[in-house]
Nanobody, 111 residues
């Protein structure tokens, strides 16, 4: 069983990144999926979540209007589109589905 994130990197404030989470070893389409993040010295926090069918989403207040969570069950992949990035979005981003976690991908927003 694996969840593998990709797409992180260094971006300037105001820029965009798209994170991907590739699932394998379980029936991804049966489960809701979430993205979390953890900044240095802080607790892991929920960023966004999406239902198994992709028909409902919710977001942390800090990212509403800037981030979009989506999924493609045919590809067993979830996504997090991040726009208008801010330095405070800097963190390791993790995907979560069922009771599995990915290894995380670093997002750094800095000029």
């Amino acid at each position: 069983v694996q969840l593998v994130e990709s797409g992180g990197g260094l971006v300037q404030p105001g820029g965009s990144l798209r994170l991907s989470c590739a699932a394998s070893g379980f029936t991804f389409s049966r489960y809701a999926m979430s993205w979390y993040r953890q900044a240095p010295g802080k607790e892991r926090e929920l960023v966004a979540a999406i239902t198994s069918a992709g028909d409902s989403t919710n977001y942390a207040d800090s990212v509403k209007g800037r981030f979009t969570i989506s999924r493609d069950n045919a590809k067993n992949t979830g996504y997090l589109q991040m726009n208008s990035l801010k330095p405070e979005d800097t963190a390791v981003y993790y995907c979560h589905a069922r009771y599995y976690w990915g290894q995380g991908t670093q997002v750094t927003v800095s000029s």
